[in-house]
Every structure is written in structure tokens, then in C-alpha cells.
């Protein structure tokens, strides 16, 4: 799918700095040719907690994933666990339900015998 990248997933905001899209005074035309009302609903893709996987597990699929760093991907796995929830992208809804199914996809944690499959993740459309 265009706009992917090998590891699956582009064109999303990760947290990292993106280029900008700048809009021109009074015209609502963007510097990339479209307009304002062309721009899609963006969507947050969540990661969800549970007791099946551990720390390791959980840095390595975001890392592998959304190629998010050591500590992005630390910070994420510190606060779905306290929290319950972490938001990890912002983006259109394919990009969003690709990167969903990505982590559901990703399989079991090896490193827990209890572990059955892969995390679960939601897509909720940013408000």
C-alpha cells in the first residue's frame, strides 16, 4: 500500500517531528495542493494492557512495529501498564486499522507460558 514503509507503517504521527503542512493565509489551500476540507478524520490507534506479556515483549513489538526507540517504546510499555491504555499513533483510519492489526498479529510472548496471542488495540477517532 503506498505510503507504507517496510515495517509497515507511514505517514502516521508517532510523536516524532514530521514535517509540517503549511497552510496559506485566507487561501485553505495547503503547500501540498489540497484543501482544508480534503483532510481525513484522524484516528488514534491505543494499545490495551493485560497480564500475558511482559515489559520485553511489549519494547519489542513497538520498536519492531512503529519504530519507535528504546525509550519511546519503555515509555509506552510504562504507561499501558499504569494506566491501562497507551496511545501510540495518530493517523488516517487505514493507517490506523493496519497498525492495529499489526499488533494483533504479532503473536504470543515467548517469554510467558501463559501467554495465548497478542496484545489487543483499539482505534478511536480523535475528537
Known amino acids: 500500500m503506498p505510503g507504507r514503509t517496510a515495517h509497515g507503517i507511514g505517514k502516521c504521527h508517532t510523536g516524532r517531528s514530521l514535517s ?9 489551500v495547503s503547500s501540498e495542493g489540497s484543501t482544508d476540507r480534503e483532510h481525513a478524520r484522524l484516528y488514534r490507534v491505543v494499545l490495551l494492557d493485560d497480564d500475558d506479556h ?39 483510519l487505514s493507517e ?13 510472548d515467548w517469554r510467558m507460558p501463559r501467554s495465548q496471542g497478542s496484545m489487543s488495540a483499539v482505534v478511536e477517532p480523535v475528537a
Open 20 to 28: 509540517p503542512t503549511i497552510t496559506a493565509p485566507g487561501t485553505g
Open 54 to 92: 511482559t515489559y520485553d515483549y511489549v519494547i519489542e513489538m513497538l520498536q519492531k512495529i512503529f519504530i519507535f526507540s528504546a525509550e519511546q517504546a519503555l515509555k509506552h510499555a510504562q504507561e499501558v501498564d499504569a494506566m491501562g491504555r497507551t496511545p501510540l499513533i495518530t493517523c488516517e
Open 96 to 108: 490506523a486499522e493496519y497498525a492495529r492489526d499489526q499488533i494483533h498479529g504479532y503473536g504470543a
